[in-house]
C-alpha cells in the first residue's frame, strides 16, 4: 500500500466508488474517438469547424456573443483579467482570498502580468454586497467565483447576485464569473446559465470538472473581449496545433450531462444528510447549494482515515479519495457527486453509513 495516500488506495480497490463519474484513465477519451468518424478533419491552431462549431454552442449556451476555447482555466482566466486591466487602464482586480487565482498559480497575475489582487471578505465566508460596496473602487475587475470551492461550495443568494452586478455597473466595475462548476449551481438557482451570465461581463467554464471532460476551458463574453482573448491565447502559447482530443470530449461529455446536474444536486443533499447522522461529522454547507460539499471530522486525519479504510474493506463502499488535515483535533475532504452515486444500491450506502457512525461514535468515547 501506498504510504502517499493509502485512502485513495483503498477506495480504488472498492466495488462501490461513490463519489464523481468515475476513474479518470484513458477509457475517458476512448468513449468518445470509438464514436466518431476517423476522417474528421481536426482543428488547426484554433480554426476550423470542429473548434468553432464547439465555441459558438456554448457561447449560445452561456448568452454571450462569442466564445474561445482555451487548454486550461488557469490561461483563461489570467487572460480575461488582463484584458480587463488594460481596458481600464487599472492593473488591480478583486477576488476571494481563497481564489484559484490567488492560492494555486503562483501569483501568475502578478509575475506574468503585473496585476495586482485586492482581497475581499475573509477565508471563511462569502464575498458580499457589503463587501463590494466597501471595497476600494479603484480596480478593474471584481471575479466572483461560483460556487466558492474552498469553503465548502456556497453560494450567495440570486437577489445579493443582482445587486453586486448593478452596483458593479453602476461604477463602471467589470464582473467576471469564474464560472468552473457553473453548471453545479444552476439547479439551486433554478435558473438558466445564460441567464446568470447576463450578470457578469465575461465566463470561465471548464470542462473536466463537474462535466468531467479530459481537459479544456470556454472563456466568454462580447465580441471585442473573445477578439483580445484570442490574440493573447496565441502569446502564451495556448494556440496548439491541434486541441481536438479536448475539445472532442467537452463536446461529447458536456452534452451527456448538462441535464444531470439537478439528480447530481439531490443525491448530494442526500449523501450530505447520512454523513450529518454521524458522530463527529458536520458538512458545509449542512445542506449543499450544488453537488459538491466538504466534510469536517472533529478527528484527526490519524484517527479517520483508518476507520474510513475499514469500512471500506468491508462493505466495498468508497467515501471519499483523500483527507486533509486540519489541527490535531480536526480534518476535512470535499466531496463531488456524479454519475456514479445513482448506481450504488441505497441498502449499501446506509449500510457503510451505520458502520461508519458506530465506529467514529466508539474513537469518540474514548477521548
Given amino acids: 500500500m ?20 468515475g476513474k479518470r484513465n484513458i477509457q475517458v477519451l476512448k468513449d468518445v474517438v ?3 468518424d476517423g476522417n474528421m478533419d481536426s482543428d ?24 474561445v476555447f482555451f487548454p486550461s482555466g488557469t490561461m483563461a482566466q489570467q487572460i480575461a483579467m488582463r484584458i480587463w486591466s488594460e481596458k481600464k487602464g487599472i492593473k ?3 477576488y476571494h482570498p481563497l481564489s484559484h487565482l490567488e492560492i494555486h498559480e503562483e501569483e501568475g497575475l502578478k509575475y506574468l502580468h503585473g496585476i495586482e489582487s485586492v482581497l475581499l471578505a475573509d477565508k471563511t465566508r462569502l464575498i ?3 463587501d463590494v460596496r466597501n471595497m476600494d473602487t479603484n480596480i478593474s475587475c471584481l471575479l466572483l467565483e461560483l460556487p466558492q470551492r474552498e469553503i465548502g461550495g456556497e ?54 470538472k463537474g462535466v468531467g471532460g479530459i481537459a479544456g476551458a470556454i472563456l466568454a463574453g462580447d465580441d471585442a473581449f473573445v477578439k483580445e482573448s484570442i490574440i493573447w491565447k496565441r502569446r502564451h502559447g495556448g494556440d496548439l ?13 458536456f452534452s451527456q450531462r448538462q441535464d444531470r446536474f439537478n439528480q447530481y444536486y439531490e443525491n448530494a443533499k442526500e449523501l450530505a444528510s447520512l454523513y450529518n447522522e454521524c458522530h463527529g461529522v458536520k458538512t458545509r454547507p449542512v445542506i449543499p447549494v450544488s453537488n459538491m460539499f466538504h466534510i469536517h471530522f472533529s478527528l484527526p486525519k490519524a484517527k479517520v482515515e483508518p476507520v474510513l479504510i475499514s469500512v471500506y474493506e ?54
Fill in 314 to 367: 468491508e462493505t466495498g463502499v468508497g467515501l471519499i479519495t483523500r483527507l486533509n488535515h486540519i489541527d490535531d483535533e480536526t480534518s476535512y475532504c470535499e466531496v463531488n457527486v456524479g454519475d456514479q452515486y445513482a448506481d450504488i444500491p441505497k441498502e449499501v450506502i446506509h449500510n457503510a453509513f451505520q458502520i461508519l457512525n458506530q465506529r467514529l461514535e466508539a474513537i469518540l468515547q474514548e477521548k
Fill in 44 to 67: 488547426v491552431y484554433g480554426t476550423g469547424a470542429l473548434i468553432e462549431d464547439f465555441q459558438n454552442k456554448i457561447a449560445k449556451f452561456l448568452g454571450k456573443e462569442a466564445a
Fill in 2 to 21: 501506498s504510504s502517499t495516500n493509502p485512502l485513495l488506495e483503498a477506495y480504488n480497490r472498492t466495488a462501490y466508488p461513490l463519489i464523481g463519474h
Fill in 155 to 208: 453560494l450567495p443568494s440570486y437577489e445579493e447576485l443582482e445587486a453586486i452586478s448593478a452596483f458593479c455597473r453602476e461604477k463602471g466595475i467589470i464582473l467576471h464569473l469564474d464560472g468552473a462548476r457553473l453548471l453545479e449551481v444552476l439547479p439551486y438557482y433554478q435558473k438558466s446559465a445564460e441567464q446568470i451570465c447576463s450578470l457578469f461581463d465575461s465566463v470561465y467554464l471548464s470542462f473536466y
Fill in 241 to 253: 496545433i491541434s486541441l481536438y482530443p479536448y475539445i472532442l470530449s467537452a463536446d461529447h461529455y
Fill in 92 to 94: 488591480r482586480v478583486a
Fill in 34 to 36: 470509438n464514436e466518431l
Fill in 128 to 130: 458580499g454586497l457589503g
